[in-house]
């Protein structure tokens, strides 16, 4: 199973039943990936065809196949109610390594189509552990000198200052 990082692209959905009666439903994402659950902001006034263009990461750690969406209905006055809900295999986004948005069918709890969801996937494996062969917590004490340091000519750690998000503002001073 590849590790990494799953970027989720939330980008609207449309066909969706509208449950509340007295307005426009206010709908709202729950994204679960095995034990991590996200929520996506609740949207207001769109009824049945909703747009939240939001982005989650979740982390890819052990054995993940899918990725669950369900849709939720927010409700001020009692608790909020199930709409539907949409699930995705990860096995073509571990090869592929991104899907453009796509529409998926949202069923509810009867297996019936109840709308589309539109979701976009990006995987970022991790780089590749070594096996500890090189010494003491991964630490390359080959000619670089070990632990990503370049003593190169500009004596700086792994080339460039700007890589380093603000190493060139900070206070020390190589002596």
Same mark, same amino acid.
């Given at each position: 199973?590849?590790?990494?990082? &799953? /970027?989720? &692209?939330?980008?609207? $959905? *449309?066909?969706? +039943?509208?449950?509340?009666? %007295?307005?426009?439903?206010?709908?709202?994402?729950?994204l #679960? %990936?095995? #034990?991590? !659950?996200? *929520?996506?902001?609740?949207?207001?006034?769109?009824?049945s $065809?909703?747009?939240w263009?939001?982005?989650?990461?979740?982390?890819?750690?052990?054995?993940?196949?899918? %990725?669950h &969406? *369900? =849709?939720?209905?927010?409700?001020?006055?009692?608790?909020?109610?199930?709409?539907?809900?949409? #699930? =995705?295999? &990860? /096995?073509?986004?571990?090869?592929?390594?991104s =899907?453009?948005?796509? $529409?998926?069918?949202?069923?509810?709890q009867? *297996?019936?189509?109840?709308? /589309? =969801?539109?979701?976009?996937?990006?995987? #970022?494996?991790?780089?590749?552990?070594?096996?500890?062969?090189s010494? !003491?917590?991964?630490?390359?004490?080959?000619?670089?000198?070990?632990?990503?340091?370049? +003593?190169?000519?500009?004596?700086?750690?792994?080339?460039?200052?700007?890589?380093?998000?603000?190493?060139?503002?900070?206070s020390?001073?190589? !002596?």
């Amino acid at each position: 199973m590849p590790l990494g990082t &799953l /970027e989720v &692209l939330l980008v609207d $959905a *449309k066909g969706l +039943d509208n449950n509340d009666f %007295l307005a426009d439903m206010d709908p709202y994402v729950l994204l #679960t %990936l095995r #034990t991590q !659950e996200k *929520k996506s902001n609740v949207v207001s006034g769109q009824g049945s $065809a909703p747009e939240w263009n939001e982005t989650f990461v979740f982390t890819v750690s052990d054995d993940v196949s899918e %990725l669950h &969406l *369900k =849709i939720m209905e927010k409700d001020n006055f009692s608790a909020d109610d199930f709409v539907g809900e949409a #699930t =995705i295999s &990860l /096995e073509p986004i571990f090869t592929e390594g991104s =899907i453009p948005p796509t $529409a998926y069918n949202v069923v509810n709890q009867d *297996k019936e189509y109840r709308g /589309e =969801i539109k979701v976009g996937l990006r995987f #970022t494996p991790e780089p590749e552990q070594n096996d500890g062969a090189s010494g !003491e917590y991964g630490r390359n004490d080959g000619p670089s000198g070990g632990y990503g340091r370049n +003593d190169g000519p500009s004596g700086e750690y792994g080339g460039s200052e700007e890589g380093y998000g603000g190493w060139k503002q900070s206070s020390y001073v190589e !002596e």
